[in-house]
C-alpha cells in the first residue's frame, strides 16, 4: 500500500458539529453503613468550554427502607466554567422505590439556589421522576 499525502482526511465528527472542545474527570463514592446508612460523595472537574460546571461537589446521606427501597437527602455546590456565572447551590430529597432487582424509580425534589443560567432568579423548585433499569 502507498502512501498519498495529497488526499484529504474526513473531518472530525466534533468539528464538523462545531461542538466546544473540554476534558473532564469524576469521582464517585458510596458505602453502606450499618448495612443501612448510605453516605455518598461526587467530585467532578471540567476543562474546556463544552461544560456548564467547571468543578461540582456533592454529598449526601440515604437510609435504606424495605425492600432495598432508599430515601435520602443531598447537597451540591457548583462554580461555572464561564468567571461571569454565579456559583449554584443544589439541595434534593428523593425516596427509590427498587420495583425488580433490576428496575428502580425514584421521584425527587430539588432547590436550586442561584441557578447559573438564569440570573434573575434566586430559587427554582424542580420535580421529577427518574427510571433506572439495569
Do not use: H
Not at 7 to 29: I, K, N
Not at 83 to 112: C, K
Amino acid at each position: 500500500m502507498r502512501f498519498q499525502p495529497d488526499v484529504p482526511l474526513e473531518p472530525d465528527a466534533r468539528e464538523v458539529a462545531q461542538s466546544l472542545e473540554a476534558w473532564g474527570v469524576a469521582f464517585t463514592a458510596q458505602k453502606f453503613v450499618c448495612d443501612k446508612w448510605l453516605p455518598f460523595f461526587r467530585f467532578g472537574y471540567s476543562d474546556g468550554d463544552a461544560s456548564l460546571m467547571q468543578t461540582t461537589f456533592s454529598t449526601g446521606l440515604g437510609l435504606e427502607r424495605k425492600n432495598n427501597d432508599v430515601a435520602a437527602i443531598g447537597f451540591s455546590w457548583g462554580k461555572p466554567a464561564a468567571g461571569t456565572l454565579r456559583d449554584q447551590f443544589t439541595s434534593e430529597v428523593f425516596y427509590r422505590f427498587q420495583l425488580t432487582q433490576f428496575l428502580a424509580v425514584t421521584p425527587d425534589a430539588q432547590l436550586i439556589a442561584n441557578p447559573a443560567l438564569n440570573p434573575n432568579v434566586d430559587v427554582v423548585a424542580f420535580f421529577g421522576v427518574r427510571l433506572r433499569a439495569a
